[in-house]
């Protein structure tokens, strides 16, 4: 077999073992599925009504942001995986056989875009459910969804550093949610920027994350789109290459001892 | 099978060569120069305390890590340079047990043969095989998170073995299984080294040395204190101990003097026990008791005891303790 082979044939045997994974652990599952459906229903309907978004209806404003908050978290299983299979001794007899070396990232990172593709279908339905209505053709819409797929692949680079990174999977946990959740909430993901106090409303807007956000919900809804969507497809090209780099660093420091 | 490309550049009578391997973890230096040797077909056991580089010397063999200093060639390839083709012709199966626990039996061999490349048909006949052997069958469809921990071990011997590699690491194979799991792992590794595989095994337990390894190599703070077979190692402590417990410990001193003669050294006394080596001279026993009986002394058992690793263990870590403590006043 030649090499492009190999490593395809490798990254593609650990991505479905990593699929594998998500039905047998009801806990995994839980936060594919039923966590996002219950992010939905509660912004819509606790803190919708207090929130206001001049000229749109609160659910068609938040069904893109939340969709893209979904995605970035989607990776978290990466940080996990990677941290136990550190822990119990996978990585190596995986580098012990003769495979290709990175597929036991970028396996990893491929089998998130499965899991992310199962919570925007979930996110979706339920979003069209309570009241979500698409406000653009088909092209953007389906642009839209490709644009969520590649952030979600971004940021399964980031958390792939931090599973490299963290002592234990809890750790793990931990520093995924303690550092992105702040950055998925100062955006303009749940409420509009103009609503925030006039100091935050510079980091909210040079937040990648916002732009990432006006992005989808302009190709969803067709609200202004400017360079958003330019800017958003090159923020997550760039998170992935560096992250991407980032986490072969700390792999090869964390298996040479 | 495919092998292409992966027959060993020399064919050397040792399929393990090591030399002057040297490895340094900041202040520690876990190998100061440990050299191996295992000829083809033969077991060598690794034997140290916790802690005596045992496992950073296998990392490096098995291509894991690269050492600091020093050679080592597997199936005649060196394991720095051309760590692909060893690490086609290895298999190695660790102390914890590294199969995935999310996935079935029959998952993990599949996944492992797919990944030596075996194409998907053959690494699921393989992993029938193989599950039949280990007598897993019955448990291929289960997570591999219901194991018992000895089944996890068999499973992971299994994941090693998926591609019949001629050369085997056991890193610490048996530590934590109850003694029926580890009489049957040892019945599994001595019939892969009937079948001709060359074993690499590490261990704390020196029954299971002895039991299974051809040659041992002891190991302590890094460096080989001790190499040969193990009834070399075992003659080199002193061989065979006349062992005589006394009814009545006070008369220890009596018997001792009553005993001068009898094996190949002084009688030593301890809580009432006396002990001499006897070398492999016969006899010894109906002597002792002829004197102590003379002498008036009851013996409540007598018994030669055969030297064990242990014993050979204790000495010789004891004397590189003694060692490093002289160099330091």
Redesign the interface.
């Known amino acids: 077999m030649n090499a492009v082979a190999t490593e395809l044939t490798d990254m593609w045997v650990l991505a479905t073992r990593s699929v594998k994974r998500i039905p047998r652990q009801p806990d995994l599952l839980v936060g594919f599925t039923v966590q996002p459906i219950m992010f939905v229903l509660l912004f819509v309907y606790v803190f919708g009504g207090a929130i206001a978004t001049p000229g749109l209806d609160y659910v068609d404003f938040l069904v893109p942001g939340i969709i893209v908050q979904s995605m970035v978290f989607g990776g978290f299983v990466t940080a996990l995986g990677l941290s136990e299979d550190l822990k119990k001794g996978l990585m190596d007899r995986f580098r012990s056989l003769p495979m290709s070396r990175s597929a036991v990232l970028t396996g990893r990172t491929l089998a998130d875009i499965s899991t992310n593709v199962i919570q925007l279908v979930v996110m979706l339905v339920v979003g069209l459910i309570v009241g979500f209505d698409f406000k653009s053709g088909l092209p953007d819409i389906v642009a839209g969804i490709a644009l969520c797929l590649l952030i979600g692949y971004a940021f399964s680079w980031v958390f792939a550093f931090i599973g490299l990174t963290a002592s234990s999977p809890e750790a793990a946990n931990a520093y995924g949610f303690t550092i992105l959740f702040p950055l998925t909430f100062v955006s303009s993901a749940f409420v509009p920027v103009e609503s925030m106090p006039s100091w935050l409303q510079p980091v909210a807007e040079n937040n990648p994350f916002t732009i990432m956000v006006n992005a989808v919900r302009s190709l969803f809804i067709d609200t202004p789109a400017g360079n958003d969507v330019w800017l958003a497809t090159l923020w997550s090209i760039a998170i992935a290459l560096v992250f991407g780099a980032l986490a072969i660093w700390r792999y090869r420091r964390v298996v040479a001892r | 099978m495919p092998r292409g490309g992966n027959t060993p550049a020399v064919s050397s009578a040792f399929a393990i060569e090591a030399d002057g391997l040297r490895k340094r973890?900041g202040d520690v230096e876990a190998l100061s120069g440990v050299g191996l040797h295992a000829q083809t077909g033969s077991v060598l056991g690794l034997l140290g305390p916790n802690g005596a580089g045992k496992t950073t010397a296998v990392?490096i063999l098995?291509?894991?890590?690269?050492p600091d200093g020093g050679t080592a060639r597997v199936a005649g390839f060196d394991v720095v340079r051309d760590a692909?083709r060893v690490?086609?012709q290895?298999?190695?199966a660790?102390q914890?047990?590294?199969?995935?626990?999310?996935?079935n039996g029959f998952?993990n061999l599949e996944?492992?043969g797919?990944?030596?490349?075996l194409g998907r048909h053959a690494a699921r006949i393989r992993a029938g095989e193989l599950l039949e052997d280990f007598e897993l069958a019955d448990a291929a469809k289960r997570?591999v998170r219901t194991y018992s921990g000895g089944m996890r071990r068999r499973l992971d011997l299994a994941?090693a073995l998926v591609a019949r590699p001629p050369i085997l690491f056991l890193d610490e194979p048996t530590t934590g299984l109850d003694i029926r799991s580890r009489i049957a792992l040892w019945d599994s590794i001595n019939a892969l080294v009937s079948g001709g595989t060359t074993v690499l095994l590490t261990t704390q337990y020196l029954d299971e040395a002895d039991r299974l390894a051809n040659r041992v190599a002891v190991v302590d703070h890094g460096v080989v204190i001790a190499e040969g077979r193990p009834d070399d190692l075992k003659r080199e402590v002193g061989g065979d101990r006349l062992e005589i417990h006394l009814c009545d410990g006070a008369d220890a001193a009596i018997a001792a003097r009553a005993l001068a003669g009898v094996g190949d050294g002084t009688p030593v006394t301890l809580d009432g026990t006396v002990s001499m080596p006897v070398g492999i001279r016969g006899g010894a026993i109906a002597d002792a008791v002829r004197r102590l009986d003379e002498a008036g002394i009851a013996i409540d058992d007598i018994a030669t005891r055969r030297a064990t690793l242990d014993d050979v263990f204790l000495k010789l870590t004891a004397r590189t303790a003694a060692d490093s403590e002289e160099e330091q006043t």
């Open positions: 973890y990392r098995t291509t894991l890590l690269k692909a690490r086609a290895i298999g190695l660790g914890y047990a590294a199969v995935d626990e999310n996935l998952e996944m492992v797919r990944l030596y490349h997570l994941a």
